[in-house]
């Protein structure tokens, strides 16, 4: 694959594939590693691509296998808030604001913390499966396919993942937060 060939398909996909790096990451800066090792891993891969899956299906596996790999590398397990202005499907889209509600602010802020850690709870390859169907909306079997396993494993992987991020986000919030 030419280097254009590769930046257009880059071009292309880049919001998405953001998008799952930094929700599989948890933060910006790691995020823009795992989605850089992915994006490499890719071009130095071209060649293999045998087209069993759609390039799209195949880019997004590549860059959640990089972040995962980097995630296990470092033993990550921390969580940090994601930027204000990243949205579904990694798009930049306007944040509300609240300039005569602070209550509504906290109120946002509180939620968006708890969320953010809650999805920190669940294995690895809970969260990958839950940010791939539940936050990007992916098909389960496309997932199935990025990830390499079984519909059913995502399912079941979703559905553990759904119950430990469920139970994180009804505890209490911890003092002094």
Not at 16 to 45: C, K
Not at 69 to 94: F, H, Y
Not at 141 to 149: D, N, P, Q, R, W
Request: proline share 5%; net charge neutral.
């Amino acid at each position: 694959m030419t280097s254009t060939r590769s930046a257009s398909l880059f071009a292309r996909h880049r919001d998405r594939l953001w998008a799952v790096a930094l929700r599989t990451m948890g933060n910006p800066e790691d995020a823009a590693d795992g989605l850089q090792d992915g994006m490499i891993a890719a071009f130095r891969r071209a060649g293999s691509y045998r087209g069993d899956a759609a390039v799209t299906t195949w880019l997004h596996r590549v860059v959640v296998n990089a972040c995962l790999d980097r995630i296990r590398a470092s033993k990550i397990r921390r969580l940090e808030a994601l930027p204000d202005d990243v949205e579904d499907r990694g798009t930049v889209v306007a944040t509300a604001v609240h300039d005569d509600q602070p209550e509504a602010v906290a109120e946002d802020a509180e939620r968006r913390r708890r969320v953010l850690d809650a999805l920190a709870t669940p294995p690895l390859e809970q969260r990958a499966a839950l940010v791939l169907v539940d936050m990007e909306g992916y098909p389960v079997a496309e997932v199935a396919e990025m990830l390499g396993c079984a519909e059913g494993t995502v399912k079941s992987r979703c559905s553990r993942g759904r119950t430990s991020s469920g139970r994180a986000a009804d505890r209490p919030p911890p003092a002094g937060r």
